[in-house]
Nanobody
Framework: QLQLVESGGGLVQAGDSLRLSCAAS????????MCWFRQAPGKEREFVTA????????YYAGSVKGRFTISRDNAKNTVYLQMNSLKPEDTAVYYC????????????????WGQGTQVTVSS
């Protein structure tokens, strides 16, 4: 079982960078794939990026590829999302999630979820 707590959100201007963190409890954090989803007002939650248990494989939605980077530190039970060149359309609540097994890009595949952190990008 995982308990997840996101942090690092805030209000930034277009073109700025932001790094989100997701701290996990649980002794077997390194066994889980981790991901980030986001949900903008009035829209469905959408996949952003995922990373496998070792950090060796990563996956990105086309809208963020080349701008966002997911990473993890299994010694610290933490997954990160580095967001560069932010755009107003990146404004959303960002959620981290975990699952035992491989990567999936749909919401219902992920077992444990954090509460989310708000990212607002002004133009």
């Amino acid at each position: 079982q995982l308990q997840l707590v996101e942090s690092g959100g805030g209000l930034v201007q277009a073109g700025d960078s932001l790094r989100l963190s997701c701290a996990a409890s649980g002794r077997t954090f390194s066994s889980y794939a981790m991901c980030w989803f986001r949900q903008a007002p009035g829209k469905e939650r959408e996949f952003v990026t995922a990373i496998d248990w070792s950090g060796g494989d990563t996956y990105y939605a086309g809208s963020v590829k080349g701008r966002f980077t997911i990473s993890r530190d299994n010694a610290k039970n933490t997954v990160y999302l580095q967001m560069n060149s932010l755009k107003p359309e990146d404004t959303a609540v960002y959620y981290c999630a975990g699952r035992y097994g491989g990567y999936r890009d749909y919401e219902r595949a992920w077992t444990w979820w954090g509460q989310g952190t708000q990212v607002t990008v002004s133009s």
